[in-house]
């Protein structure tokens, strides 16, 4: 059984390249009858050839024409999403705002403080840099006896809210890194958290491995958050917690641009991982000292033991003259001496004397 596969005629004589099933090719000389049989065929091949150019070239058109139009609604950014004011727009839909109408919220001049100027290029440099002027925490002052309290991931309900009662019940502030689809999607829950003295913070948009994202990305990301926070809130965000804790040279550089404050934490009982209620308590107990930054999270899944942790770990601490603030009051206290230190220190408190040198207990990756 052959199979033809070439064709080419001179004048009278037909040639044809041949394949049998095994893939060897051959050459036939073929007569006058069956080049008329071809010659029939090739009419019928070039009209089909010419519809489907016509219509290919019909389809580009039209899909020119629809992304010019889509583009004078919605300006996409190089990565396929969109841009804020697009998101914005789609916000008056879902925080209550009226069909057809865009949402403008009240933006801030100018990020307060301002960016660092000149900004070294390198990880290293740039933390110190920022170190030096109180924009990036591993900790608060080790000389106070204060600890802030976070949360990550939200707002997630019903978790936020029984968190937000529990610290309302107690009289203590916390500090909320939200993300902001999780804002988009329950602004309720965050005017519950600011309403009651916490503040509500920049956590990303969509929690992504911000290593991995380009500049541009990370600029999205950052500055639809803040938006959206502060259209819910009234106040923009000046403070960040990179996802996972980890941050390189780029991502410094933006956050920097944008003159938010970064805080990673020194002190992580791992509730993400649902451990059990005791073991979450006893993680921060046994870790917690004089200015520690306790990392949880109200988002991300199932929360229920970090909520039933909670209450015993405030009382605890508050039973042994620890008070709680949030990280701007930390921030504020950073450089105060301490006038009068706790009359009960923790039981493990000279172990916790040393304890600074594991302030990263999160993985970090440094590029240079």
Sequence with gaps: MFKYIFLSWPRHTFYCIRTDESTHMDLDIVGPKARKKFRHRAPCVIACGLCLWLVGCLTLVLALGWTTTKQDITTLLPFGKPSPQAMLHKQAHSIGGQVGSTVTPTMTPQPTPRPISPFPSYVQQQVTVLEAHDRFF?????????????????????????????????????????????????????????????????HTWSHPYTL?????????????????????????????????????????????????????????????????????????????????????????????QTVAALPTIIEWLQGHSYSFVTLKQLVHDTHKNSTSLSATPLANQATLAQSYPWRRETAVVYYF
């Design 138 to 202: 591993y900790h608060g002052n080790t000389s106070l006896p204060e600890i802030a309290l976070t949360f990550d991931d939200g707002p997630n309900p019903p978790y936020s809210a029984q968190i937000v009662s529990i610290l309302q019940h107690y009289g203590v502030k916390a500090t909320f890194f939200c993300m902001g689809k999780h804002v988009q999607q329950n602004p309720e829950l965050v005017k519950q958290e600011y309403l009651q003295g916490n503040l509500v913070e920049n």
């Design 212 to 304: 991995g994202l380009s500049e541009p990305s990370l600029t999205w990301q950052l500055s639809t958050t803040s938006n959206i926070i502060e259209h819910v809130t009234g106040e923009r965000p000046t403070l960040f917690r990179p996802p996972y804790g980890t941050f390189n040279s780029s991502i410094l550089k933006v956050v920097n641009t944008f003159g938010l404050s970064t805080f990673i934490w020194n002190v992580d009982p791992e509730d993400w991982s649902m451990p059990g209620t005791k073991s979450i308590i006893s993680r921060v107990l046994n870790r917690v000292g004089y200015g520690s930054i306790v990392l949880m999270h109200d988002g991300g899944g199932d929360r229920s």
